[in-house]
Every structure is written in C-alpha cells, then in structure tokens.
C-alpha cells in the first residue's frame, strides 16, 4: 500500500517536472514568440497554457503586450507658412507583432528610440501640411487640431506596425507652445484687445445706464399724461354731475349769481391781500359815529 | 514457526547481542514516528495547499481569475463580485487570483498648463509679479493657447496671428469602470510585497494620465476665446472632460473620467495690468446699468408705483383688454395716483357744491322774495366781513373833509406778512 503511495507520488512529482520543461503559460496581458533552435516557429498571441519542446530546443520569448506611453521631447517645427511652433506629442503604443518586434527592435527602451524618430518625422510632416490657422482660429470652423491628430496618428501607425510590429493606439499633442519672442508679441496684442474692450466696456455701461434712464423718464411721461387724460375725464364727469342741479338755480338766476360771487370772493381773496377802505363805508362807518337808529313804527 | 526457526538458527550460528535488539528498534521506532511526523507534515501541507485557494473581495474590489494565464469564464462571470462566502480557485500556477480596485478614484492634479514658480513662490499666497515685457519661456512656462475674439481680427492690419494665451491647473478624477480591460491592456507594474494595487496603478498612471489631460486640453482651448474661458469654466471642463474619455475609450483602457475640474485660470501675468483695468472696467459698467435701474425704479415708482412698468406697457399693448387696464388703474400709486385722486375730489366737491348752492337758494329763495334788501345786505356783509377778518392789512382811511379831498401815499407790501417779521431775520 505504501509503495502504491509512493509510486503515485514519484509519478505526480516527474509529471510536474516534465510539465515544467514542456509546457508553459502566456498570460492575458502577454504574447509570445517560440523559437526552435533559434528560428521563430510560433508566435502566440492569445493566453493559455502551451507545449514546447525543452530547451535548448525551443526558446520563449514573452513580451508584456499592454499599452504603454511615451512622450516625445519638446520639439520646435514649423506650419505651413513656415511658422515656427513648438510641439510636444505623446503616443501610447504596445507590442503587436513579438516576431516583427523582436526582429527589429529587440526590447522597450530600443522601441522608444525608434518610436522617438518616427514621431519626430511623422510630426514635422503632417504639422508642415497645415497652416497655423488650423491649429488655432477666430472661427473655430477653421480648427483642424483634431484633424491634424488623427492624422499624425494614422501616419505612425502604418510606419511603426509594419516596420517594428508596434501598434500605437493613441496620439495627442500635449502642449502646443509658441517661442519666447514671438510671446512678446502676443502679450502686445493682448494688451491691445484688452484695452479696446476695456473702452467698448466703459462705451456700452455709459449707453445702456442713458437707454434705461430715458425709458424711464419717458414712461413717466407717459405715465403722466395718461393720468391726466383720465383725471380729466373724471373732472368731466364731475361738472356734468354738478350740471344737474343749476336747473334748481333758474328759480331767481340773479339772486343765484350773486350768492355765487359771495361765496367765491372770500375764497379769491383769503391770502396776500392789503385793503384800503374808507371810513364812510360801513361797517366801518361806526368807527366815526354813532348810529342814529331809531325804532320803527 | 519460521521466525523461530530463523530466531534458532541464529541462536545456533551467532547469537544476536541484546544491544542490537534494542538498537534495531530504536532505530525503527525513530523511523516510523519520522514517517509519521513527515506524514502529517505533507497532510498540513496538503492543508495549506488547498486552504490557500480560498479568496474573498472587499466590496471596493472585481477580481478575475487567470487559468493558466487566460481569465476563466465566460461573459459576467469572468469578473467576479463581493460576496458573504470566499472563492476558491486553484493555487498557482494554475489559477491566479487578480483583484481590482474599482470604487476607489485616482486622483491627478494637472499643472501642465501653469507658469512656472519657485517652491518659494509656489508657498506664498501673493500673486507673482512679471513685468510686461518678459516673455513666456517654453521649456519650463505652460499654458495653452485660445481663439481670440472675432471682432479682434478686424481691428488687425496685417494677417496677424489670432490667438491668446492662457494658464490654467486641472484635475482629473477617474476609476476603473471595467476591470478586465484595464487589466488586459493598461500597463502597470507587478505588485511587490508591502505594496497596494491601488498605489501601484496611481503610480504607473500618472505619466498616462497627464498626457492625455494635456493632449485634451490642448484640443479643447483653441475652440474658445479667452472670455469664454474665464466665462464658461463648466462648458470646457465638459469638453475636456469628454474628450479625456473619448482616448480612455479609444485605448480600451477599462477608465472612466469622473470629473476634469478646472481648479485655477489665470491670463498671463504680462498683461494682467490690462486684464485688470478691464474687470474695472466691466464693474464700472455694472455700476453704471444698476444706478440706472435704480433711477428708473424710483422714477416709475414715484410716478405710478409698482404697476407703473406693467402700465405703461399696456397702455401700448392694442390687445390690452379693459378690465385688465382697470386693474392696474385701481392699484395705481404715485404720482399719477395723486393726480386721480384729486380729479375724484374735484368731483366729489363740484357735485356737493352745485348740489348745496341749490339747496342754500331754494331756502332762501322764500324769505328772499319777502325781504330782498335785507336778506341780500345781510348775506353781503357777512361776505365782507369774512374777507376783512382773513386780509393780512387792513388801511383805514378818513375822507378829506374839503372838496378838494387829500392825496395819502401808501407804500403797499407785496407779500403783507413780511411787514410782521422781525428786521434782523429779514436782513437775514
């Protein structure tokens, strides 16, 4: 029993042992390439477990095939109309073809010193298709920042995947800069709009406080007018009312007349106002004499 | 009986010494327990072995299981969730256990587009100050470039170039919305003993990040003014926003963009004299409209009250029914309400009058047709003496006893009250 036991153990350790040389493992993140006495006979790109002749039979090559950056130095070109600008321009790439990359370029660090020269040519020849007017307009219908993207990516692509087995999946202009001198320039410019609409500014308060102040001055007049018309109006209705009732007065018109000017003297004559009578009239007359008053009979 | 045989025989030949015996089985003793011990070494290990298999994930946490390298399972299944009883998978190399934080947010501050500032800058609160004729230098000043202002371009004589320059900071905040794609295709180094995944991939992220922050931003700035830029602060942190997720996407990258927040803008220190006459400027110009309005809303009050806009625009309104411009009549005030008021008391009192002078003659209209003379005297002196009581100077004078008369000249004041006021005040 026991040796039933130990045998079956001898046999899982050697199938272990055995598995470990002829077999082995690409995980999801990788692609491998398998050579045979040094010539490349099989490239995988799909994870699993594998069988290999032990070496030095066959060799593994495995490459990490996950997307990785690089970034380009700042570099100064020109538009078309020999502008001068200065780009800085990433990519974000990762290993397509082990067999192409391990041909051509060897290793990550390699890769990004090939990456380094194409994206250098790439970018000087698509940025010298476009003007700088494309990079950055007054009417944003002229920009083609993106366009030029697309197209420095697409340029890349077909020069990297076939020349190196690298696919780049992403390109993005990460600064887009102007020289120093030509900074000095833009400064002034801005200084210049700044203050234009500054003043346009100062114009525009002055004009709209002066539109709402007329609006109002002449809703008020308005206003007022259409007060007055309506006060008028209720005047009107007034006199007619009080109209009614002169027909009461045609009873003695002069007794009414002279009750009128009775009433409305007073009230002419209530302020401001210096009288120089005589003596002899009355009442005042009782201020020289007496009254001769006798009683009637 | 054969043991016995074997146990004679040797008797016979040479018999075993006692200590032989007692060694042998010491020895087999010593044998067995080490088989033992080795036993239940294997059985722990065996133990351990399968106990090691038994996985759980935090409720921040999606796991995958790697089989043999390639993730096991088939459509939802494939990304595994929290749950109150553990996984078990194989122990490697077979399966791999792979967990991924998701919940958690990375967090990325962006002073790409900033200028540049000594520590000792950086810690001051002051705001840096450059003279206006120090250009920007490129290799270690950021800012990004916007559109100018339509109308800029006519005020250019030549075909100048047509954009502004701006200094901005930003920050990103993203997490892992799909864990098998970022597992598969964003590259992060393995996790050493000690460290966190979540501070692994903000480390290795960083550079990836920042690119495509920078990239997006630089697209979306040319798109508007530097206004704008100022002004519309939300509308191109979402643009920023959106393309940032448009290269997440492009990339299969397995990241979504929480929030760009643009957390400083600034225009060039430059220039900022410029910049700041003109926020001068536009405050002087909303000074200017709010004094305005407030004229014109102390002026429409006095004169109307709070209908008065609403007045004055029906009373131009052809459509404006009646009983809607009695509505506003009734809940006049003001001025105009004054006006109204006194034409209503105007009416009230010609109509009371007229009715009380014809009430007055038709009473006095009888004793008047017996006694004129006296009834009008009467009525007559009452009147004067009711004006004489009211005059502010009454001169009496004497007539001249010849026939010739006298000549009196009297110095009549305009305004009689005066002649009552105390000299000094009126020098005054």
Redesign the interface.
Known sequence: MKSIAVAILVVLVVIVLVMALISF??????SALVTTFGKATRQIT????YFRWPPPIQQIYKF?S????F?AD?TETTTKGA?PI?VNT?V?W?IADPNKFLNSVGSTSAAEVKLHSQMNETQSNVIGQYS??E??????KK?R??EI?DKMLSSLQNSVREAYGMEV??L????????????????N???????????K??A???A??????T???A??T???A???A??????G???A??????E??Q??PE??M???D??V??EI????????????K???SL??EMPNLQPKK | MANENIKNTGQQKSPPPAETDAGARSISEALKISFLILKLIMIALVIFFLASGFKTIKTDERAII?R????HGRGEARILKPRTWPYWVFPY?VDQFIKIPVEKTIDLNVD?FWYFQTEEEKLSSEKKKVP??V?????ID?????????Y??N??ASG??????LHSRWKLICQISDPESF??????QDIKSGEKYIDVIKRDLT??LT??V???V??AM??Y??DEAFEKGGTVSEHVKNLVQK?FD????GIRVVSVQRIDVT??L??DD??Q??IS??Q??????N???N???N??NE??GPV??E??AA?HNKDANDAYLESL?SA?AG???E??S???A??????S???A??????Q??PE?QKRPQLV?QA?????I????T??????????AKSDKGSVIY?K??????LVNKPKEKTQE
Do not use: H
Not at chain 1, 66 to 69: I, M, Q, S
Not at chain 1, 208 to 213: N, S, T
Not at chain 2, 412 to 417: A, E, F, T
């Open positions: 493992q690409v995980r999801q993140t990788e799909e994870p699993g477990l990490d996950r997307l990785r950056v970034e700042l502008v200065i990433y974000v990762k700088f007017s990079f950055v307009n007054s009417d944003p920009i920042i993106q993207q999946k992403a993005g202009i990460k600064q887009l800069k102007i020289s120093a001198d030509v900074s000095k320039d833009v400064f410019r801005m200084r210049g709009e700044r203050n234009t609409i500054t003043e500014t100062i525009e308060g002055k709209e406080a002066v539109a709402i102040r609006q109002a001055d809703q008020k308005e206003l007022l259409a007060a007055q309506r006060a008028k109006a209720i005047m209705q007034g006199d009312e009080a109209a009614k009732y002169y009461m007065l009873a003695d007794l009414a002279f009750l009128r009775v009433e003297l007073p004559l209530k302020d401001r106002s210096t009288y120089i009578i005589n003596t002899d009355d009442p005042f201020l020289r | 790697l043999f390298g390639k993730i190399p790409s206006p004729d250009p920007l230098n490129p290799l950021g800012y990004s470039l916007t559109r100018s202002e339509p800029a371009e005020l250019r100048d170039s047509d954009y502004n320059i597992f598969k295709n964003v590259f992060t550079s990836l690119d495509v920078d990239s997006s630089v697209t040319v798109n003014t530097i290269q492009q990339m299969e990258s225009w060039p430059q220039v410029a910049f006459a003109s400027a536009s002087a110009k909303q000074t200017e409209i004094d305005a309005r004229y014109a809303q002026t429409l004169t109307a008065a806009a007045l004055a009373l009549w006049l001025k105009c309400r006006i109204i006194q034409a209503g105007y009416r009230m009192k010609v109509v009058d007229a009715s002078n014809a009430n007055y003659l038709t006095i209209l008047y009008v009525i007559y002196k009452n009147a003496a009711k004006i004489l009211k005059a502010d100077e009454k001169i009496l004078i004497e007539p009297i009549v004041n305009r305004d009689p009250k």
